[in-house]
């Protein structure tokens, strides 16, 4: 089974300009999220879709930042424009509904893409 | 909120047992998560905790006591290959119970 895929796994981009990040998740996988890690710190919930719907959208820190999941298979996390403090490692998730009250919602990551902010 | 608290660094030798203490303060609490993550990698899940009390998965162990607010990961039989960061993370209730909520992790060091 191939796993989660995020691209591209660097960008390097100056203050003001635009980057989309793109995750595939796995196959039949109907809960999409998003994370960061900003350096020193801990890994942060972003975002988390269900299906083409977005769940819950919480953790997007201000409205430069825009994820979307047409079809609800890939998705793709846009930074416009993007800021020195946007610097980070964005990482994709994918799960399976869970069922039962004691049933572990279990994410599969990927490898993550880390983009730095000049 | 949540906070969850895990020390920074360990370091243990090859063969050896080495456990990795994690605290959490919640304002819900679902379930609780190990997650293995080498340099430049994934974070892989190693296990969840629910109840209180120890999962067993081959050289891992993880712990969970909900009354206090404590779990720990235990390493036995340590192999170069397990260096690498752990991340402690919970699960709130309700809403929150598709949300991680990480810590900062532990990176484990293994030397000969």
């Known amino acids: 089974e191939a796993g989660v895929t995020q691209f591209p796994s660097h960008s390097v981009i100056e203050k003001g300009q635009t980057v989309t990040l793109r995750c595939d998740p796995i196959?039949?996988?109907?809960?999409l999220y998003w994370y960061r890690r900003v350096m020193g710190k801990e890994i942060k919930f972003l975002l988390h879709?269900?299906?083409?719907?977005?769940?819950?959208e919480s953790g997007m820190p201000n409205n430069r930042f825009l994820a979307e999941r047409t079809g609800g298979t890939y998705s793709t996390l846009k930074v416009q424009p993007a800021e020195l403090e946007d610097s980070g490692v964005y990482f994709c998730a994918s799960s399976l509904e869970v069922t039962g009250p004691s049933g572990a919602n279990v994410l599969t990551f990927g490898a993550g893409s880390r983009l730095t902010v000049l | 909120g949540q906070n969850i608290d895990q020390p920074t660094e360990m370091t243990a030798t090859e063969g050896a047992i080495v456990q990795i203490n994690c605290t959490y303060q919640t304002s819900g609490f679902n379930g609780l998560f190990w997650y293995q993550q080498h340099a430049g990698e994934a974070p892989t899940f190693l296990s969840y905790?629910?109840?209180?009390g120890l999962e067993e998965k081959g050289r891992f162990s993880s712990f969970l006591s909900r009354s206090k607010g404590y779990s720990y990961l235990l390493l036995k039989e340590l192999q170069m290959k397990d260096s690498a960061s752990y991340l402690c993370a919970v699960t709130g209730s309700g809403a929150g119970s598709y949300q991680l909520t990480f810590g900062k992790g532990t990176k484990l060091s293994v030397i000969p």
């Open positions: 196959s039949g996988h109907d809960n």
């Open positions: 905790n629910v109840l209180d």
């Open positions: 879709f269900v299906k083409e719907s977005k769940q819950d």
